[in-house]
Structure formats: structure tokens, C-alpha cells
């Protein structure tokens, strides 16, 4: 949007118009608004828009129309994929791209996790040395001065 203020692009292309923006109102603004102010041509491929070949799709209803239909896929999508997640969760699986520290994602199935002995062990002693009363800043320099490998190292591995 910079660029379009200080006149340094006068066309944007999307692949969609579900690209450009996910709040029906605000496309249409920018398009039927900004984007004509600020003479810049919109071009949607997959849509079959071009503001400057055919500058009566812009107020026709097809982009309104397209919008609304457009918000309401994204959250209904949006909805499902939270369904699912809640599923699993349920159903005990583990849904993060990454174990947290002190596990391992199982190799037979990459929803459950198992312990990671060396690494437990590390969280035991985080875990005492902060019951004993240790202020986290003394905890991380006790590791570090110890070697013990972070967890951002240990997925880099």
C-alpha cells in the first residue's frame, strides 16, 4: 500500500480475487476506490478482471459478489480446519509441527509423542533448579555454561 501512496506501482496483480484481501468491504474499497484514485490497474487472473481492458468489471456485481462468496469460504475453511484440530486434540494427538522439548515425535506416528531420555533429563533439572528458587536468566546461563544443547539447536540437527 506504501507503494501505491508514493506512486511507485500503478498495477497490482492477484492470482485471485481471495488474494487481494479477506474482508469483502475492504476489497471492494480498494478496488472500486484506491486502485481508481490512485490510477492503478487491477488485474485478476483467475477471476478474468482487468481494470484497464475491461474497466466495467470493476462496478459490475461479479466483484462485489465474488468478494462475499470469497469471505464466507474463508471462514468456513477457516472453521473446519478448527474442527479438526479440536478432533485430534481430543482424540490425544499431537498436532504441533515440532515436539516440545523433552520429546520426540514418534517415528510410527508422527501424532504421538515419546520421551526423549537425555533431554528429560535436562527438564528435570530445569525444573528443580527453579523449585530450589533460581530466577530463569540464572537457570539458561547454568546451561549454557554447562553445553547443554537449546532446543532451537536440537531441531536444527
Known amino acids: 500500500m506504501a507503494y501505491i501512496h508514493a506512486k511507485k506501482i500503478n498495477c497490482v496483480i492477484v492470482k485471485h480475487l481471495s488474494r487481494l484481501e479477506r474482508n469483502y468491504t475492504d476489497a471492494g474499497s480498494l478496488i472500486e476506490n484506491l486502485f481508481v484514485q490512485m490510477n492503478v490497474r487491477f488485474i485478476s487472473l483467475g477471476d478474468n478482471i482487468d481494470s484497464y481492458k475491461n474497466p466495467h468489471n470493476i462496478t459490475s456485481m461479479i466483484v462485489p459478489i465474488t468478494n462475499v462468496f470469497n469471505e464466507n469460504h474463508c471462514a468456513q475453511t477457516s472453521k473446519k480446519i478448527r ?3 479440536d478432533y485430534k486434540r481430543r482424540k490425544g494427538e499431537y498436532i504441533g509441527a515440532f515436539a516440545p522439548y523433552g520429546y520426540t515425535k514418534d517415528p510410527e506416528d508422527t501424532h504421538s509423542l515419546i520421551v526423549d531420555d537425555e533431554a528429560a533429563d535436562t527438564v528435570k533439572q530445569i525444573f528443580k533448579m527453579f523449585l530450589d528458587g533460581k530466577a530463569k536468566n540464572a537457570i539458561a546461563v547454568y546451561l549454557n555454561d554447562h553445553g547443554v ?6 531441531q536444527a540437527e
Open 83 to 85: 474442527q479438526v484440530y
Open 149 to 154: 544443547i537449546s532446543p532451537a539447536d536440537l
